[in-house]
């Protein structure tokens, strides 16, 4: 018996990177996964590598920015396998843009399939979860927003602090409904690394000095396993911020502190 037997889970951006080492984790750990993304094809490779596992899986293309095919998406889950138990909100549109080089549709799209998307999906599998007696919601946030050089990541990080919001404000709503949330912020090979370390080699070497193993981490090993523990035990997670990588585990944290200046 896994941690996650008996349970429902839906995964967005389950094609590929963390979304994938997610799904295929928490397939190994006993859950029914519904993965979704916006390419079938990539899917299907997803649930192909979970049926060889010998668990349950479907896959469900879905557009994080269409409210109806977010509906879509957690009725599909509630017919193939009779609920939501478990939702990670993974899927976000990257623009990796100069503010002066950005526009209003670029700015869109980056939270309509961030925020929006997360907020979408987190009151249609309210209901769901809480016919069940609880649920575990994961939106996959970001550590770009504590570079000590953010440039070119607005848009991004804007995205990822309204995640942060929802998440912070879920938990305080819901927990008291068995219904936990936290963020995650994961650090391991996915196409957004990649792409930085195609544009900016140096940055790219800089980072992985921060990792003893030579790398950020690997999305199954890394990210998805040990997030399965995480889940399992959400009540003691609920509202924080979890850092994962392949250094390990942590909480992510900020000391906010009064500082008095004098006014100009």
């Not at 349950?56 to 138990?85: H, K, L, M, N, W």
């Not at 003691?236 to 911020?241: D, L, P, V, Y």
């Amino acid at each position: 018996m896994g941690e996650l037997t008996g349970k429902v889970a839906i995964v967005t951006g389950a094609s590929r990177g963390i979304g994938q080492g997610i799904a295929i984790a928490f397939a190994e750990a006993g859950a029914a996964v519904v993965c979704a993304a916006r390419t079938i094809d990539k899917l299907k490779e997803t649930c192909a590598a979970i049926a060889k596992l010998g668990g349950r899986a479907i896959a469900t293309p879905c557009d994080v920015r269409d409210r109806a095919q977010i509906e879509a998406c957690v009725a599909s889950a509630v017919e193939a396998f009779g609920g939501v138990d478990i939702m990670v909100n993974n899927a976000q549109t990257i623009k990796y843009v100069f503010l002066n080089d950005a526009s209003d549709d670029d700015m869109a799209d980056v939270l309509n399939s961030g925020p929006f998307a997360s907020y979408r999906f987190m009151k249609a599998v309210y209901p769901h979860m809480k016919a069940r007696g609880g649920g575990v919601i994961v939106n996959v946030s970001s550590g770009t927003m504590y570079l000590p050089n953010s440039s070119r990541y607005a848009l991004y990080n804007a995205a990822k602090c309204g995640i942060n919001g929802l998440t912070r404000a879920a938990s305080d709503e819901w927990s008291g409904e068995g219904i936990y949330s936290f963020t995650l912020l994961p650090e391991a090979e996915t196409a957004m690394i990649l792409g930085m370390k195609a544009r900016e080699p140096e940055r790219y070497a800089r980072i992985l000095t921060r990792f003893p193993k030579g790398r950020m981490g690997d999305p199954l090993e890394d990210i998805g396993r040990p997030l399965v523990r995480l889940v399992a035990n959400a009540e003691r997670f609920t509202g924080k911020n979890i850092r994962m990588n392949s250094n390990g585990v942590t909480e992510k944290t900020e000391e906010v502190a009064d500082r008095p200046f004098d006014l100009p």
